[in-house]
């Protein structure tokens, strides 16, 4: 057996593998690391995530494993600074250490703001961003869907406020806003909402007019779920108007780029929403009160009109006067004129010396234009007259349908003082004592004391006939 060369122990690879294994584990245990993510492409097929930490001197292999990955993807992003908590430890196949990540965190709020830059710069090109895809919220929803925790002080207040401005119906989706999946359950409630039906089972509105996505205050670590992509294109996404309400008014994250309009608190979200009902009332009333001044003043504009055209109206015998004189003239000079044409032609007819048979075809024609002449002269003029006496049955009409007589045909009365002036109350008639009363036939004086009748009989209405010449019917009918 030969000579061993040397005292010192003998290992095998894996016996020192081992030693060293321990020895790192021992020394370092668990430790809280702070570098740069390196070399990440997302979990590996096992679920598993592979990347390294290095800082401008070294480099550090890291593994997250599956159960750990869900806690710790929110940071997980290429070139991100962190700081890892987790246990140094080796890999013997390789000859190499690494640490095992139990969590991880961003290194600072200068690390997650340029994380946060970076996203907002690559969906603002993309267009999520653009104002022309900003829709107006409607006016008055009839549903309002919620986003939000169930259990938290925030969907009280937006219930509390939708209450006292305009009560309507209230869907709450309700979803984890802050921690793990908290980004993807925000975004299946978008989706979810949207997904809505128009009408539920009563027929009655069952899909959302508006959505709130809603949260509380915090710092930036407990809002970063509303800064995640996948909430930011649900967003976006939304074919409903979509109001963010996310922490106070001085926090600001990605789905408030995304979102039609955003509200500095989840209290003002409800505002924004809703109208005050208070204030919607009073406007519709003093509407209705305009819109009554404007047609007394209207009624009251015609009234006056009437009044004046009746004034300016002649009298019916005025206004037949004229037509009727010139009726006279004419049938006067048909006569007359027909008398004169016969002596001329009979004169001319004299003067001629003609033939007897030319004076015989000379008369016959004129004879015959002569009967033509006449016959159109009465033609003429019976069209004429026909004309004229429609025209007097049409001012006759609009005279009898604007007289008051008409009005007094009908069973009404004009009741004057002894002066002529027109009592139009009866504490006018009691001032006056003694008064006269018009009807259709004629007037009487009475005398006025005060008291009251009973009411008459009811009778039928009766049957009312259109003015003759079938001219304009009263307008007081």
Same mark, same amino acid.
């Given at each position: 057996? $030969? ?8 290992y ?7 030693a060293?294994k ?12 702070r ?17 390294? *930490?290095? /800082? ?5 292999? #890291?593994?997250?494993w599956?159960g ?16 890892a ?6 890999y013997?196949?390789?000859s190499?250490y ?5 969590s991880?965190e ?6 997650? *703001? ?5 996203r ?6 993309e ?6 895809r900003?829709r107006?919220l409607p006016?008055?929803?009839?549903v ?5 925790? @169930? ?8 219930l ?5 401005r ?7 989706? @309700?979803?984890?806003?802050q921690?793990?999946?908290? $980004?993807e359950?925000v ?5 979810g ?6 009408? /539920? ?21 407990d809002l970063?779920?509303?800064n995640?992509?996948?909430?930011v294109?649900?967003? $976006?996404?939304?074919?409903?108007? *979509?109001?963010s309400?996310?922490g106070?008014?001085? /926090? ?18 409800a505002?924004?929403a809703?109208p005050?009902? #208070? ?13 009554r ?17 009746? !004034? ?5 015998e ?11 003239t004419a049938?006067?000079?048909?006569s ?8 001329? !032609?009979?004169?001319?007819?004299? #003067? ?28 003429i ?7 004229? !006496?429609?025209?007097?049955?049409? #001012?006759?009409g609009?005279?009898?349908t604007?007289?008051?007589r008409?009005? *007094? ?7 004057r ?11 006018a008639a ?12 004629g ?12 009411? @008459? ?6 049957k ?7 001219g ?6």
């Amino acid at each position: 057996m $030969a000579e061993p060369l040397s005292n010192l122990p003998e290992y095998s690879v894996s016996e020192i593998s081992q030693a060293i294994k321990r020895t790192m584990e021992d020394t370092f245990g668990q430790v809280r690391l702070r570098g740069e993510i390196s070399g990440y492409r997302g979990p590996h097929a096992s679920g598993h995530c592979y990347f390294a *930490l290095k /800082d401008e001197n070294a480099k550090i292999d #890291a593994i997250v494993w599956r159960g750990n990955f869900g806690r710790v993807r929110q940071w997980m992003e290429e070139g991100m600074e962190v700081i890892a908590t987790g246990k140094v430890t080796t890999y013997p196949a390789r000859s190499g250490y690494q640490i095992v990540i139990d969590s991880l965190e961003p290194a600072g709020v200068g690390a997650l *703001l340029a994380q946060l830059e970076e996203r907002r710069r690559k969906l603002a090109a993309e267009g999520l961003f653009d104002a022309d895809r900003k829709r107006p919220l409607p006016y008055l929803p009839r549903v309002i869907g919620v986003v939000t925790s @169930p259990t938290g002080a925030v969907i009280r207040d937006i219930l509390h406020r939708i209450a006292d401005r305009f009560p309507v119906r209230v869907l709450v989706w @309700p979803a984890r806003v802050q921690g793990d999946g908290a $980004a993807e359950e925000v975004a299946r409630g978008i989706e979810g909402l949207n997904a809505l039906p128009e009408l /539920d089972a009563d027929g009655a509105r069952y899909r959302p007019d508006v959505l709130i996505v809603a949260r509380g205050g915090g710092s930036l670590e407990d809002l970063w779920a509303f800064n995640e992509e996948v909430v930011v294109r649900a967003a $976006a996404a939304s074919a409903i108007p *979509l109001i963010s309400a996310v922490g106070h008014e001085t /926090d600001t994250t990605l789905i408030d780029f995304a979102s039609d309009r955003r509200a500095p608190t989840p209290t003002a979200a409800a505002e924004i929403a809703l109208p005050v009902r #208070a204030e919607l009332v009073a406007t519709l009333e003093d509407l209705a009160a305009r819109q009554r001044r404007g047609l007394l003043r209207l009624i009251e504009q015609f009234r006056a009109s009437v009044l004046s055209a009746r !004034r300016g109206l002649p009298r019916l015998e005025d206004i037949l006067a004229i037509p009727r004189q010139r009726l006279d003239t004419a049938s006067a000079q048909i006569s007359t004129g027909m008398s004169r044409l016969l002596r001329d !032609r009979a004169q001319r007819v004299a #003067a001629a010396r003609l033939s007897p048979f030319n004076v015989r075809n000379a008369i016959g024609r004129g004879r015959d234009r002569l009967s033509s002449t006449s016959l159109r002269l009465a033609r003429i003029t019976a069209q004429d007259a026909e004309r004229r !006496r429609a025209r007097l049955d049409r #001012a006759g009409g609009l005279l009898m349908t604007l007289s008051h007589r008409a009005t *007094l045909a009908r069973g009404f009365a004009l009741v004057r003082d002894l002066s002529g002036e027109l009592v139009r109350t009866s504490e006018a008639a009691l001032s006056v004592k003694r008064v006269s009363v018009e009807f259709s036939d004629g007037s009487v004086t009475a005398d006025v004391s005060a008291g009251s009748m009973p009411p @008459p009989a009811s009778k039928p209405a009766p049957k009312k006939t259109p003015p003759k010449g079938g001219g304009q019917g009263s307008l007081f009918d």
